[in-house]
């Protein structure tokens, strides 16, 4: 079963038309929720780490905010540069030295001019 | 701003033959990580290293796969004999604490053929 779930899959906006991007995960005991951005052939980028419920972080355009089992990225007014993939991922329970990230399959957003 | 440097940035192998992935990480970072990424699918942990040694591995990453970090600065993955399934891209991480500073590479895009 994912632990990370990514929705919707892949997203299209007009330049200006805000919007949403959501992550549920099914863990108990989060340590962290990570987002990060990705452009094509290219290593995920960190925007923001959330670590508990109630906690929004903001970064130019974008907004980050976490509940006891989502989170949602929110994008005000996107322009074209924008456009990439957006990855959600979990860091879980400790358990010992473990700090393993694991991902949803990402949101493809598309802002178009 | 630190960043995680990855060499090559592709590398073409032939099947069956050991391919060396090189990362540099963070400096004052202490724990170091490698993931996959295959063409259209999830980021995926393959292994994490700290104190230098293991701390945790994936059951992807069987005896095929090792890891090093030979001189303080680099830190290696090898594929001793590489199948077509080995295909995708690499991404080497490094973080402070094991939460702090979670950055990932540009990645090696390995090609088997």
């Known amino acids: 079963e994912d632990q990370v779930t990514q929705s919707p899959e892949a997203l299209r906006l007009q330049e200006g038309e805000s919007s949403s991007l959501n992550c549920s995960y099914t863990v108990s005991g989060l340590r962290g929720l990570f987002w990060y951005r990705q452009d094509p052939g290219k290593g995920p980028e960190f925007l923001f780490t959330?670590?508990?419920a109630g906690e929004e972080k903001e970064k130019e355009r974008l907004k980050a905010t976490l509940t006891k089992k989502e989170s949602f990225l929110h994008i005000t007014a996107p322009k074209p540069e924008d456009s990439a993939t957006y990855l959600c991922?979990?860091?879980?329970?400790?358990?010992?030295?473990?700090?393993?990230?694991?991902f949803g399959k990402g949101i493809t957003l598309s802002v178009r001019p | 701003e630190p960043e995680v440097t990855q060499t090559p940035s592709h590398q073409v192998t032939q099947m069956g033959q050991e391919v060396i992935l090189r990362c540099v990480p963070i400096?004052?970072?202490?724990?170091f990580y490698w993931y996959r990424q295959i063409l259209g699918q999830k980021v995926e942990f393959l292994v994490s290293?700290?104190?230098?040694?293991?701390?945790?591995k994936s059951e992807i990453f069987d005896d095929q796969f090792s890891v090093e970090r030979p001189d303080g600065s680099n830190f290696t993955l090898k594929i001793r004999s590489t199948k077509l399934e080995d295909s995708a891209m690499y991404f080497c991480?490094?973080?402070?604490?094991?939460?702090?500073?979670?950055?990932f590479g540009s990645g090696t895009r390995l090609t088997v053929v």
């Open positions: 959330l670590y508990s």
């Open positions: 991480a490094s973080s402070g604490s094991g939460i702090y500073g979670y950055t």
């Open positions: 991922a979990v860091l879980l329970p400790y358990t010992g030295a473990n700090s393993k990230l694991t």
């Open positions: 400096s004052n970072h202490l724990y």
């Open positions: 290293f700290y104190n230098n040694e293991i701390s945790e």
